[in-house]
């Protein structure tokens, strides 16, 4: 997908984009320059809610709790 920038810097989110990554108007978009390349990252009005749910399945408790087991032992 191109886009063209304007004389005044602007581009525009091709259409696809827009809808894969449920981007809105008003949305909030970052740019990160690493030097090499730069990267546009969409960020969700509420990132907390959008994280909601990620988690699951993954045993994030036991894992936890070994960890902290883990530090435990290290201090001791």
Known sequence: ???VVTKRGQAVIPAALRKKYKIQAGDS???IDDGE???VISVPADP???LRGRGQG???T???LESRREDRELSV
């Open 1 to 3: 997908m191109d886009t």
């Open 29 to 31: 978009i970052v740019w």
């Open 37 to 39: 390349l730069i990267k």
């Open 48 to 50: 907390i809610n959008a």
């Open 58 to 60: 993954e045993n994030l």
């Open 62 to 64: 036991e894992r936890l």
